[in-house]
């Protein structure tokens, strides 16, 4: 899942502006200028929050074309006086870069922030709220990258509740898009003892200098940023089942895997088909998701030959249980029993409705995403909300850092 799997709601089009209406107005006008992938830009004014229409992924020259077109139509209709700018946290974000270079007070934000403020803005169930934000990738406060996260949010701050383990990504932006890249690195830290000999699912199919290449690099930890992503382990699972090697589109890995599960998937109670998995508590600091006691079960499912339809419906319905559990324990914790599911790897109808169902049955609201996508296309919207929050209370601060 890079930023999508499929079959999501009906949600922003990609060539409408949309219009949010608010509960209440915002004490500051704000211009947000959204992410890279799918970006959009929010200006908020008053009660209300407009956002244009998809422009694209920025690094596509006609995608930064229609970007800056927005800008100047923005400037030349004096909509941007007086404005606050709001932009990702990523440092070397195009929109991000963009935004700094504006003679105007700027407020960095968390991506998986606005994400969940995003949602239930847009769903109108009022903060604070708990997050379940998935994705492939956002920048973290701690520079790792971002994408399997429970955040308890505020308009203006939010704590990082529980989050997958971390894994290295060897080859960073490679690992997006050849699925064998995260595979290694997960089966390393679950099988340390056999990962080099293993050739489970797709990995018989990738060469074998390519794959010493990134053993080698993945023992020396060279070019291997650490990731929290959901969308990464999806893609990890997809190669280890022998469902894509290659992410030659979007969300390929996430759909085949999405797919496969699709027919078996509907048991009433899909929390017992779940593999084992733990969630390891901090005495300081968030909770860890650790996802090998999964991906060894995964391994033996292969080696027995299971049918991969099979594994498939259990993986989807262990990602709901170890998400669903985390955010039971930060609503237990916080006292607020409202939770938003964003982020791309929501465009998943299984893990949406998966979520959704034992999240209502445990007695939480639970907010999604309406007229915008749960993808990057609506961080703008909850970057505008955060943005308006952060300097109506003061003109210092940073909703990028945690409370």
Same mark, same amino acid.
């Given at each position: 899942?890079?930023?999508?799997?499929?079959?999501?709601?009906?949600?922003?089009?990609?060539?409408?502006?949309?219009?949010?209406?608010?509960?209440?107005?915002?004490?500051?006008?704000?211009?947000?200028?959204?992410?890279?992938?799918?970006?959009?830009?929010?200006?908020?004014?008053?009660?209300?929050?407009?956002?244009?229409?998809?422009?694209?992924?920025?690094?596509?020259?006609?995608?930064?074309?229609?970007?800056?077109?927005?800008?100047?139509?923005?400037?030349?209709?004096?909509?941007?006086?007086?404005?606050?700018?709001?932009?990702?946290?990523?440092?070397?974000?195009?929109?991000?870069?963009?935004?700094?270079?504006?003679?105007?007070?700027?407020?960095?934000?968390?991506?998986?922030?606005?994400?969940?403020?995003?949602?239930?803005?847009?769903?109108?169930?009022?903060?604070?709220?708990?997050?379940?934000?998935?994705?492939?990738?956002?920048?973290?406060?701690?520079?790792?990258?971002?994408?399997?996260?429970?955040?308890?949010?505020?308009?203006?701050?939010?704590?990082?509740?529980?989050?997958?383990? !971390?894994?290295? +990504?060897?080859?960073? @932006?490679?690992? $997006?898009?050849?699925? %064998? #890249? *995260?595979?290694?690195?997960?089966?390393? =830290?679950?099988?340390?003892?056999?990962?080099?000999?293993?050739?489970?699912?797709?990995?018989?199919?990738?060469?074998?200098?390519?794959?010493?290449?990134?053993?080698?690099?993945?023992?020396?930890?060279?070019?291997?940023?650490?990731?929290?992503?959901?969308?990464?382990?999806?893609?990890?699972?997809?190669?280890?089942?022998?469902?894509?090697?290659?992410?030659?589109?979007?969300?390929?890995?996430?759909?085949?895997?999405?797919?496969?599960?699709?027919?078996?998937?509907?048991?009433?109670?899909?929390?017992?088909?779940?593999?084992? !998995?733990?969630? +390891?508590?901090?005495? @300081?600091?968030? $909770?860890?998701?650790? %996802? #090998? *006691?999964?991906?060894?079960?995964?391994? =033996?499912?292969?080696?027995?030959?299971?049918?991969?339809?099979?594994?498939?419906?259990?993986?989807?319905?262990?990602?709901?249980?170890?998400?669903?559990?985390?955010?039971?324990?930060?609503?237990?914790?916080?006292?607020?029993?409202?939770?938003?599911?964003?982020?791309?790897?929501?465009?998943?109808?299984?893990?949406?409705?998966?979520?959704?169902?034992?999240?209502?049955?445990?007695?939480?609201?639970?907010?999604?995403?309406?007229?915008?996508?749960?993808?990057?296309?609506?961080?703008?919207?909850?970057?505008?909300?955060?943005?308006?929050?952060?300097?109506?209370?003061?003109?210092?601060?940073?909703?990028?850092?945690?409370?």
């Amino acid at each position: 899942m890079n930023d999508a799997a499929s079959s999501s709601p009906p949600a922003a089009g990609a060539t409408d502006s949309i219009r949010v209406r608010l509960g209440s107005p915002m004490t500051t006008n704000v211009l947000a200028v959204g992410a890279d992938l799918k970006n959009t830009i929010a200006l908020g004014h008053g009660s209300e929050i407009r956002i244009t229409a998809v422009h694209g992924d920025l690094a596509d020259s006609s995608s930064y074309r229609r970007f800056h077109a927005s800008m100047d139509a923005i400037h030349a209709g004096g909509e941007d006086d007086a404005c606050v700018v709001a932009h990702d946290l990523h440092p070397t974000y195009l929109s991000a870069t963009f935004a700094r270079r504006l003679t105007r007070q700027k407020v960095a934000i968390q991506h998986h922030h606005a994400h969940a403020v995003s949602c239930a803005t847009d769903s109108g169930v009022p903060l604070p709220i708990v997050g379940i934000v998935c994705d492939g990738t956002g920048y973290g406060t701690d520079g790792a990258i971002w994408g399997g996260e429970v955040l308890l949010c505020h308009a203006e701050s939010f704590r990082r509740i529980a989050h997958l383990d !971390y894994f290295p +990504l060897p080859g960073g @932006d490679a690992a $997006a898009t050849w699925t %064998w #890249r *995260p595979a290694l690195a997960l089966l390393r =830290a679950a099988l340390p003892d056999r990962w080099h000999s293993l050739e489970v699912g797709a990995l018989a199919d990738v060469p074998s200098a390519e794959r010493r290449i990134v053993e080698r690099q993945l023992d020396a930890g060279l070019n291997t940023p650490r990731s929290s992503s959901l969308g990464r382990l999806f893609d990890a699972v997809a190669c280890i089942t022998g469902l894509c090697l290659h992410n030659d589109f979007e969300g390929k890995a996430a759909i085949a895997l999405q797919t496969a599960a699709e027919p078996q998937w509907g048991s009433e109670d899909v929390i017992a088909e779940a593999y084992p !998995y733990e969630i +390891l508590r901090e005495t @300081d600091g968030p $909770a860890r998701i650790d %996802w #090998r *006691p999964m991906i060894r079960a995964i391994v =033996a499912d292969m080696y027995a030959r299971l049918d991969v339809s099979l594994i498939a419906v259990r993986f989807h319905s262990t990602v709901v249980a170890m998400l669903a559990s985390a955010a039971e324990q930060a609503a237990r914790e916080s006292g607020f029993h409202r939770v938003a599911l964003s982020g791309g790897c929501f465009h998943n109808v299984l893990l949406r409705a998966g979520l959704r169902d034992v999240l209502e049955a445990e007695g939480h609201t639970v907010a999604l995403h309406d007229r915008v996508s749960c993808g990057d296309a609506g961080l703008s919207l909850g970057q505008a909300v955060i943005a308006a929050a952060v300097t109506g209370q003061s003109l210092e601060g940073d909703s990028g850092k945690e409370d």
